[in-house]
């Protein structure tokens, strides 16, 4: 099993940013892919970011250009960077963590940090 931690969320206002971490941990598992979701109230889980092999990253529109995802193997972490914040990013954003190459990872989870967008 793997286990993914996130921190880094909270309150912060318009155009501002905030930078959202994951640590993994567990069972030796090569782990080919990560990615970022976040589900807004009322709303459904919707991908953010991705990150997959050797580092090529995915971003959906309403995000490209704003937010940026690394990943640190050696250390087991990945990152979120989200700049020009907007009220409609606000959410519970997740890590997730698969074994296949994939843009969509969903083989593990994390329990989801909150950021909140409002002046």
């Known amino acids: 099993q793997v286990q993914l931690v996130e921190s880094g969320g909270g309150l912060v206002q318009p155009g501002g940013s905030l930078r959202l971490s994951c640590a993994a941990s567990?069972?030796?598992?090569?782990?080919?892919?990560m990615g970022w979701y976040r589900q807004a109230p009322g709303k459904q889980r919707e991908l953010v970011a991705a990150v997959v092999g050797t580092g090529t990253t995915h971003y959906p529109v309403a995000v490209r250009g704003r937010f940026i995802i690394s990943r640190d193997r050696a250390n087991n972490m990945t990152y979120l960077q989200m700049n020009s914040l907007r009220p409609n990013d606000t959410g519970v954003y997740y890590c997730?963590?698969?074994?296949?190459?994939?843009?969509?990872?969903?083989?593990?989870w994390g329990q989801g940090t909150q950021v909140t967008v409002s002046s």
């Open positions: 997730a963590a698969d074994r296949q190459w994939r843009y969509y990872p969903d083989d593990y």
């Open positions: 567990g069972s030796d598992i090569t782990i080919n892919s």
